[in-house]
């Protein structure tokens, strides 16, 4: 069974910079795509950066240029590389493994395994 948890969220000022991780443990860690959301209360979880088993990438609109997502095969872990942080990335920050390939990492519904989250607060 796939086993996925986060680390490395907390608080940091606008303009800096996080690095999440994601531990990912089970087999099948390797031969799916993984990807990070996030989700604010009261609002719908939103896929922001997914990573094919090919090593393609692919970003929310909202992330690009200033996310980057990245895996260390090796740790079977997962990075996501937050810089230029804004308030409005404040979200709780989840992992996902065993996702659909192409553009099913988007889909929450898509993606078998999730981590319990982690906070990330952006001060103004």
């Known amino acids: 069974q796939v086993q996925v948890k986060e680390s490395g969220g907390g608080s940091v000022q606008a303009g800096g910079s996080l690095r999440l991780s994601c531990e990912c443990s089970?087999?099948?860690?390797?031969?799916?795509?993984m990807a990070w959301f996030r989700q604010v209360p009261g609002q719908e979880r939103e896929a922001i950066a997914g990573?094919?088993?090919?090593?393609?990438?692919d970003y929310a609109d909202s992330v690009v240029g200033r996310f980057s997502i990245s895996k260390d095969h090796a740790k079977s872990t997962l990075y996501l590389q937050m810089n230029s942080l804004t308030p409005e990335d404040t979200a709780m920050y989840y992992c996902?493994?065993?996702?659909?390939?192409?553009?099913?990492?988007?889909?929450?519904?898509?993606?078998?395994?999730w981590g319990q989250g982690i906070q990330v607060t952006v001060l103004s």
């Open positions: 996902a493994a065993e996702c659909d390939s192409g553009s099913g990492w988007k889909i929450p519904s898509l993606c078998n395994d």
């Open positions: 089970g087999y099948t860690c390797s031969r799916y795509a």
């Open positions: 990573l094919d088993v090919d090593g393609a990438t």
